[in-house]
């Protein structure tokens, strides 16, 4: 059954655009009518903006609450064919999309010799993921590293008395940008005990910047879909990730002890922090690759 909205612009924000990530902005222009400019890409082909039929010159809340369902109209109208452009993309989870490639490209290690491949590798830029993250220290870090010598994850549990020498480096060494996709919750960085000095970035941020903000966070999956959107399916996010999420929160609860080793992780849930980590890593390249091609200066993006 096709959901029901209960206005045009619930329908606009809800039914399109939250479902692949898009942006929306309202506003009114100098003829008293009510806009909307949507946004599925960086670039300026990639956005429009739908004015309403009719001028609105109440500007109570029920008046403005009017003319964003008129610009709204226009929009769901206007946007027809590409919405159905996106849809026609068969969907795949991010395993199902990514799962191969990672496998044959990302090298997973932990400990002294994990860490000194990282510093050997030099990088001035990290992917970051957390498990467990409402508990400081979390019960794992996943650290990903992608240069011209290849791309490794790096894995670590930390002990009773916090985070490794080597991550406590890591997360504040300044030259080394950490690359998040935390959100507003901030939960990730706040486990590692990340302040606002310290050099990160989140792909919530970067998207919301290059693509416009949006009312609820985007994810991971739709993030993906941004960054690579000339990749032939749309990736959605497995449910079946759910049985990581409680190995981990049954740890961060108390509900088990802490790990002491990795293979006490099954392999299937320590493949699936990897990989997080991993697509983290993937997503912040692809937006940098789309930055580039639409001459977007970024910063974050241009290390």
């Not at 050997?120 to 993250?133: H, K, L």
């Not at 606002?196 to 290059?210: G, P, Q, R, S, V």
């Amino acid at each position: 059954m096709a959901p029901s909205f209960n206005s045009p612009k619930q329908e606009l924000e809800q039914g399109i655009c939250g479902q692949h990530g898009w942006s929306t902005h309202y506003y009114q222009n100098g003829t008293m009518k009510w806009c909307v400019e949507v946004k599925w890409g960086a670039g300026p082909r990639e956005g429009r903006v739908f004015v309403s039929d009719d001028e609105f010159y109440d500007v109570s809340k029920a008046g403005v609450k009017k003319g964003h369902a008129a610009a709204a109209t226009v929009a769901i109208a206007g946007l027809r064919d590409i919405v159905d452009a996106a849809n026609s993309k068969p969907t795949q989870t991010i395993e199902e999309a990514y799962g191969a490639h990672f496998d044959s490209m990302c090298v997973v290690m932990s400990g002294p010799e994990g860490w000194a491949k990282l510093w050997e590798m030099n990088p001035t830029y990290v992917a970051i993921d957390v498990e467990g993250n409402q508990v400081t220290p979390p019960v794992l870090v996943q650290v990903c590293v992608s240069t011209v010598q290849g791309e490794f994850c790096l894995l670590e549990i930390p002990n009773s008395h916090g985070l490794s020498d080597d991550m406590r480096r890591l997360l504040h060494d300044q030259r080394i940008t950490k690359i998040f996709c935390d959100g507003t919750s901030g939960a990730d960085r706040r486990s590692l005990g990340i302040e606002a000095h310290h050099n990160h970035a989140d792909l919530e941020d970067i998207t919301a910047y290059l693509m416009g903000a949006t009312g609820v966070q985007r994810g991971l999956a739709r993030i993906l879909n941004l960054a690579w959107p000339q990749k032939a399916v749309r990736v959605t996010k497995d449910q079946r990730d759910k049985k990581s999420v409680f190995f981990f929160a049954a740890i961060e609860q108390g509900k088990k002890p802490r790990l002491k080793a990795l293979d006490e992780i099954p392999d299937r849930i320590r493949r699936y922090a990897a990989m997080d980590a991993w697509c983290t890593m993937m997503a912040y390249l692809g937006l940098r690759q789309v930055a580039q091609h639409e001459g977007k200066i970024v910063p974050v993006l241009m290390i």
